[in-house]
């Protein structure tokens, strides 16, 4: 079994101030990440923790009724060179000539409902489906001077159930938190978020948020994902 990628370099879908008025917003973000993560590409095995998985995303979220609402996000990043361990079918190390490049991709389509409000408070639930793709590739240059380019792409699909939490302590300010559990292809586990978003206009505002996604499989297999987004939200009602 090997695993794919999560994500958030994942995400989860709440865009903060947003909620406290119509749960409708767009959110434009730099995510920086580190990933733990184990795969294969051609006979080499690679694994490892990389602190450098960079690049951007967006996430939407819009209300269909007063109850309902659906939620949507992209995000693409990268790290090149990475410092990931590799090794052959005997378990002997191998060392690629200018690093491993890792490009990680997640797509989310959900749905959900909030099910109890109460001044500031918000509880509401969300389910989604999860599509994720990592590439990684390397150039190993064996001692008779031949290069072999290695390259794999995994790729998962999945679900995940969460419940989340919106909290507004003034009109402007919002904290809000999330976690849940995702399954995917060949790996599955916990995932929570937490974050603040603060309203500098009536049509958006800042947000940073945290996230952690920490999946495992069959065979070894694991992912972990811990981006931390910083961006703005704009207001779409």
């Excluded at 749960?23 to 995510?31: E, I, P, Q, V």
């Excluded at 309902?68 to 410092?83: I, K, N, T, V």
């Excluded at 991709?105 to 409902?113: K, P, V, Y």
């Excluded at 989604?128 to 792409?153: I, K, M, N, P, W």
Aim: glycine share 14%; no cysteine.
């Amino acid at each position: 079994m090997r695993p794919a990628q999560l994500l958030a370099v994942s995400a989860l879908l709440l865009s903060a101030n947003a909620y406290a008025a119509s749960f409708d917003s767009l959110d434009l973000y730099y995510s920086s990440a580190d990933i733990d993560v184990k795969g294969r590409a051609g006979a080499i095995d690679y694994a490892g923790d990389v602190g450098s998985l960079d690049g951007f995303g967006a996430k939407f979220r819009g209300s269909i009724a007063e109850d309902f609402f659906f939620s949507g996000e992209y995000q693409d990043a990268e790290a090149e060179r990475s410092g990931l361990e590799l090794s052959d079918n005997t378990g002997a190390a191998v060392t690629a000539d200018d690093g491993v490049d890792l490009d990680y991709t997640e797509w989310r389509l959900g749905a959900g409902l909030p099910f109890y409000r109460e001044g500031s408070l918000t509880l509401f639930g969300l389910l989604e489906y999860v599509s994720t793709e990592l590439e990684a590739s390397f150039d190993v240059t064996d001692s008779d001077g031949v290069t072999t380019h290695y390259s794999s792409t995994e790729k998962q699909d999945g679900v995940g159930g969460h419940a989340g939490v919106l909290f507004n302590p003034t009109a402007g300010w919002s904290l809000y938190g999330q976690v849940g559990y995702l399954r995917l292809d060949d790996v599955d586990g916990v995932e929570y978020l937490a974050g603040t978003a603060l309203q500098v206009h009536r049509y958006g505002g800042l947000f940073a948020e945290y996230r952690n996604s920490d999946l495992e499989g069959d065979g070894g297999a694991k992912v972990e994902l811990t981006p931390w987004r910083f961006g703005v939200y704009l207001l779409v009602q």
